[in-house]
């Protein structure tokens, strides 16, 4: 797949440029929706209660929906201030759910190795670096303000794949998984973590790249 074509297919952040990724929105004909077994509490869910990332400390402030698709509210802890989002949904086919999640097989690009052996695919375009990379059932794309990396284009894309070991993310046993990261914070949730199993998805998203990551990795899906 046309790595820039596949740019192209995201949304447009408040400067312009453009993110990579498909942000998809389930269509209520594919959901799955319980007519019971209501969610009102983080004890019912996968998600973890409290989170320790490298910049900051976040806590799970609510939690809603039912135990086939429901969402966990994050906030920064001391704060009223949400930063992150976990969901969980499942879909009528295991196709429906593949369609969700943003897995990208393969980038065009110029290759790079990372600190730990891995071959990427590194591109520049609108003052931004992407680097992509697959792991496993496990694509990696991490974007970085060109000025922030323009001596090292790796450099981020090292500091997350360190952190994506570290915490074992990409050892969950998963259909098919995607994360999609910034080196800088975000106002909206643009960084994410989604993995499908079967017809289930679950996704995190956030401002923040170490705390989306940190709360996929916790997780217990």
């Not at 929706?33 to 998600?47: K, L, R």
């Not at 920064?76 to 499942?90: I, L, Q």
């Not at 199993?197 to 995190?204: E, G, P």
């Amino acid at each position: 797949m046309d790595f820039k074509r596949k740019v192209k297919l995201g949304i447009a952040t408040a400067t312009g440029a453009l993110v990579l990724g498909l942000v998809a929105v389930p269509s209520v004909n594919h959901v799955l929706h319980a007519a019971s077994n209501n969610v009102s509490s983080v004890s019912q869910t996968a998600a973890p209660t409290t989170v320790k990332a490298t910049n900051q400390t976040v806590s799970a402030k609510s939690a809603s929906g039912t135990k086939a698709n429901y969402s966990v509210q994050y906030v920064k802890a001391g704060t009223n201030s949400k930063t992150a989002t976990y969901k969980k949904t499942d879909y009528n086919t295991k196709g429906d759910a593949k369609a969700q999640v943003d897995y990208l097989a393969a980038a065009q690009g110029d290759t790079v190795k990372l600190n730990t052996g891995e071959t990427a695919t590194v591109q520049g375009t609108m003052g931004r670096i992407y680097v992509h990379w697959n792991t496993g059932n496990w694509s990696v794309t991490t974007i970085a303000n060109t000025e922030d990396v323009a001596k090292n284009p790796a450099k981020f894309a090292n500091q997350v794949n360190e952190q994506i070991q570290k915490q074992n993310l990409t050892d969950k046993a998963v259909t098919n998984g995607s994360v999609t990261v910034y080196n800088q914070a975000q106002s909206g949730e643009a960084n994410s973590v989604k993995w499908q199993k079967s017809d289930k998805v679950s996704q995190v998203q956030g401002q923040q790249a170490n705390t989306v990551i940190k709360i996929a990795a916790t997780a217990k899906n």
